[in-house]
């Protein structure tokens, strides 16, 4: 019997290698399976389809509600800035102001909220933990800047400026009640003001 070299024996060994890969590969043909394994679907990657911002709502006590754009990895506190800034009510404290804002999400700002029995010297936050410290003090009409009134509920730099008017040519309020003489202030706004402000 002659003798086989190394170099046929290595040429039979990768030719029946081939015919066993071939074997195999029909027999899983023959039993519905794919010849090659699938590989896993890789993660789809997230596009952001507005260039890189978020869409959210701010509410609550705040000076522009509304829906706002901000760059994508902005924070809650920049939406608020965004909003016109906090309201005095508004008990910041109950919002996580460095969290990351999320597409599509609202921003409640809460509004201090008197503590029962506490006569003002606590407040309690719309999600109902104690926050130490009242409200901000009333705004006194007769002596406050445009942007002291401009912080009022419903009082915009419009309505503020009728303010400063009305107080220049009357010569002061003489009443909390003068308010409702202005233009663009009625009976159901000076109602939410009226805790608001002061002489």
């Known amino acids: 019997m002659p003798e086989i070299t190394p170099r046929q024996l290595a040429v039979c060994l990768a030719g029946a290698l081939v015919a066993l890969a071939l074997g195999v590969s029909q027999l899983r043909r023959a039993a519905g399976e794919p010849a090659v394994a699938a590989r896993p679907a890789a993660p789809l990657a997230v596009r952001d389809d507005d260039g890189g911002r978020v869409v959210v ?13 901000l760059a994508s990895g902005a924070r809650v506190s920049d939406a608020v800035a965004r909003a016109g800034g906090a309201r005095p009510r508004a008990d910041l404290g109950a919002l996580n102001l460095a969290a990351k804002l999320e597409d599509g999400r609202q921003v409640l700002v ?21 926050v130490e410290g009242a409200d901000a003090p009333p705004v006194n009409i007769n002596t406050a800047t445009l942007e002291q009134l401009d912080t009022l509920t419903g009082v915009g730099p419009a309505t503020a400026q009728k303010i400063l008017d009305y107080r220049r040519q009357q010569g002061g309020f003489g009443s909390i009640e ?8 009625g009976e159901k706004r000076l109602a939410t003001m009226r805790e608001e402000v002061t002489l």
């Open 178 to 185: 003068e308010l409702d003489e202005i233009s663009g202030i």
């Open 110 to 130: 809460p509004d201090h909220v008197a503590a029962p029995g506490a006569g003002g010297a606590a407040a309690v936050s719309a999600a109902g933990a104690t």
């Open 57 to 69: 709502h701010v509410a609550g006590a705040v000076r522009r509600p509304g829906v706002y754009k």
